[in-house]
Nanobody, 122 residues
């Protein structure tokens, strides 16, 4: 079991950048795949990006491909989501989740962080 803490969300202008962090204290976190999801008001939660435990498999949603980058530093038990060229439609609560393999479906992830609000103003 892992406990995830998500941080880094805030208000940013369109075209700006943010880096979200997903951290865990358990050493086993480095053996998990991590997915990023987001949920905008009135919409279903959607997949954003994911990374396997080695960091060499990183699928992205088409809507963020080329703008967002997921990475991890297993030495500090943290996964990052670098978000560039932000758009108002990126506004959402962002969640990270840990699971045994990379997937674009929320059901594949057993452990979830609390979410962080990202608001992109136009």
């Amino acid at each position: 079991q892992v406990s995830l803490v998500v941080s880094g969300g805030r208000l940013v202008q369109a075209g700006g950048s943010l880096r979200l962090s997903c951290a865990a204290s358990e050493r086993t976190f480095s053996t998990y795949a991590v997915g990023w999801f987001r949920q905008a008001p009135g919409k279903e939660r959607e997949f954003v990006a994911a990374i396997n435990w080695r960091g060499d498999s990183t699928p992205y949603a088409n809507s963020v491909k080329g703008r967002f980058t997921v990475s991890r530093d297993n030495a500090v038990n943290t996964v990052y989501l670098q978000m560039n060229s932000l758009k108002p439609e990126d506004t959402a609560v962002y969640y990270c989740a840990a699971g045994r393999s990379v997937a674009d479906t929320s059901g594949a992830y057993a452990y979830w962080g609390q979410g962080t609000q990202v608001t992109v103003s136009s």
